[in-house]
């Protein structure tokens, strides 16, 4: 009687802490949204600009690259709900590829050659 009473209290227990531990990890869970839309926007941006040349087909990938991984990260992270050092995580790392597009785009394909039509100036 004594296990049948210690069992039923300690289920009790977890079955009450459950949804508050729930509720903790859900806080950010409509900021998720606002990170998937940043990136829509960044994958655009990227598109757009080795449309314009401005950047390389291979800058294009490894930018893009870094963006799956965000999102896929975003993934994981919502599975359970975004905690709050998990959205600010994602925020973060969407800041550092944002700056690394700026970037990007005011360096311009001048110095670039690895997708340009005509190399051979450069031999």
């Known amino acids: 009687m004594r296990k049948f009473l210690i069992s039923t209290l300690l289920l009790s227990t977890v079955m009450v802490a459950a949804p508050a531990s729930a509720q903790v990890n859900r806080g950010y869970g409509h900021q998720g949204q606002n990170i998937?839309?940043?990136?829509?926007?960044?994958?655009?941006?990227?598109?757009?600009?080795?449309?314009?040349?401005?950047?390389?087909?291979?800058?294009?990938?490894?930018?893009?690259r870094q963006a799956?991984?965000?999102?896929?990260?975003?993934?994981?992270?919502?599975?359970?709900?975004?905690?709050?050092?998990?959205?600010?995580?994602?925020?973060?790392?969407?800041?550092?590829?944002?700056q690394q597009v700026q970037a990007e785009r005011r360096?311009?394909?001048?110095?670039?050659?690895?997708d340009r039509r005509d190399d051979r100036r450069y031999r």
């Not at 941006?45 to 314009?52: E, S």
């Not at 799956?68 to 969407?94: P, S």
């Not at 311009?108 to 050659?113: A, F, M, S, V």
């Open 36 to 64: 998937e839309r940043q990136l829509d926007q960044l994958e655009r941006q990227i598109d757009n600009m080795r449309d314009r040349r401005l950047i390389s087909r291979n800058e294009a990938i490894r930018l893009s």
């Open 68 to 98: 799956e991984q965000i999102d896929r990260l975003h993934d994981r992270y919502r599975r359970n709900g975004l905690t709050q050092r998990e959205h600010w995580d994602l925020q973060n790392r969407v800041q550092n590829l944002r």
């Open 107 to 114: 360096e311009g394909r001048y110095d670039r050659r690895d």
